[in-house]
């Protein structure tokens, strides 16, 4: 399945009908009326969610009309709206604490529904192991953005004594149903605020270090000569260095943040990125249709992006998200060493090492003794999801039979 099955050429598309105008003014009308709700609390954080809502119903108005299937394509946008509206009004009672949280949620959940309708042809035929995989993203996903919402307590709010076990009710009637942590704070919340920081900072790490690895690599690939050698020498003088003790020596030295873990993270992995894109553009900028492009007299910019990177995006995307498992490792490594996220947020790395003692009871308390595998598990199970669609895709994209 190409790309020019699910979203035609400009020529080729249909105008919109009625049912994608109704469905862009409900999403529209749903995201105004929440936002409105907290106008008196804080206006300005309003004024600019009514923005990012009519810009969103915008992109998505013009995404529904360029469907190529048309027969089905009302059904789906109507499908959507009832998503949209059931999501709105579960997450109605909490928006007025959370607004940015909740309209994130309903945007990602929207969206996550119209990739699934798009490509539900072939996802259905997918292997049992690529529809496990796309179900633990989507989990992860959505914890990522409705963390607040979900999570029972506070993410750093103290509510019992240390170490509690499983099932213990607080003084404020919830329930520890993992139980505490070291200082008294609910482990379930931590685990749900944990997945968000975590998957959270690393989808954003691995974003920019795309951005700046695979066009650096096309750009050198492009250009050739001089600015290829030096790109190339200067990306082989940083692969020199083993990446977790230079990512541990400049995070002692420049200290500690989301934004210095961010731009390290991503400043040693653009590398690996520009070795791969360097590589596969260099096969495709000597191409026939590449040479025409160029004696016609199109930018260097115009054959960057219309020619080369489209035809390096199947590699690329396979990439991506196998960096986005060595970030996601990554950055819970450094949290378990200490040097990641630091107190009071929460981080998948960190809850390992804080809990880690507990495995020591397993004779007294099995359920508070496979506590520090919790977040363990759900490391490795994104990993593993994610390597599992990665596969998946790889083997769409080569073209081999079943």
């Not at 919109?16 to 804080?42: P, Y």
Request: proline share 4%; glycine share 6%.
């Amino acid at each position: 399945m190409s790309a020019t099955d699910i979203i035609p050429p400009p020529e080729m598309a249909k105008p919109a009908s009625m049912a994608c105008r109704a469905g862009t003014a409900i999403t529209f009308l749903f995201s105004v009326v929440l936002f409105a709700i907290t106008f008196s609390e804080d206006n300005i954080s309003a004024i600019a969610g009514i923005v990012v809502s009519a810009a969103f119903s915008g992109l998505l108005y013009k995404f529904w009309g360029k469907l190529n299937f048309t027969p089905t394509r009302d059904s789906v946008v109507v499908m959507g709206i009832v998503v949209y509206c059931a999501a709105a009004t579960v997450f109605l009672e909490t928006f007025s604490n959370y607004p940015w949280s909740a309209f994130v949620g309903l945007v990602s959940i929207i969206v996550l529904f119209l990739s699934v309708a798009i490509t539900w042809k072939e996802t259905r035929k997918a292997p049992i192991t690529a529809k496990f995989g796309l179900v633990i993203i989507f989990l992860n996903i959505l914890m990522v953005c409705i963390a607040p919402i979900v999570a029972p307590h506070g993410e750093s709010q103290v509510l019992g004594g240390a170490y509690s076990v499983w099932g213990t009710p607080f003084s404020d009637g919830g329930v520890a149903w993992l139980g505490t942590d070291e200082l008294g704070r609910d482990y379930l919340s931590r685990m749900i605020y944990a997945i968000r920081n975590t998957v959270g900072i690393a989808i954003v790490t691995t974003a920019l270090t795309f951005i700046v690895g695979a066009f650096v690599g096309l750009l050198a690939a492009a250009l050739r000569g001089w600015v290829d050698q030096a790109l190339s020498r200067m990306v082989d003088v940083l692969m020199a260095i083993p990446p977790l003790i230079f990512a541990l020596l400049i995070l002692t030295v420049v200290g500690t943040g989301v934004i210095k873990l961010i731009l390290v993270i991503a400043l040693l992995d653009s590398t690996r990125v520009f070795r791969l894109s360097r590589s596969v553009a260099m096969n495709i900028v000597v191409m026939d249709y590449v040479e025409a492009a160029k004696l016609r007299g199109e930018r260097l910019m115009y054959v960057i992006w219309r020619e080369v990177l489209p035809n390096a995006a199947a590699p690329l995307i396979a990439e991506f998200g196998l960096r986005f498992c060595f970030v996601f490792l990554f950055i819970s490594s450094l949290s378990f060493l200490g040097l990641g996220l630091q107190p009071p947020t929460a981080d998948l790395g960190s809850m390992v090492r804080d809990s880690a003692n507990l495995i020591n009871f397993y004779q007294y308390n099995k359920l508070m003794a496979i506590t520090p595998l919790l977040p363990a598990c759900a490391i490795a199970l994104l990993t593993i999801a994610v390597n599992f669609v990665v596969d998946w895709f790889l083997h769409k994209t080569s073209g081999l039979k079943e």
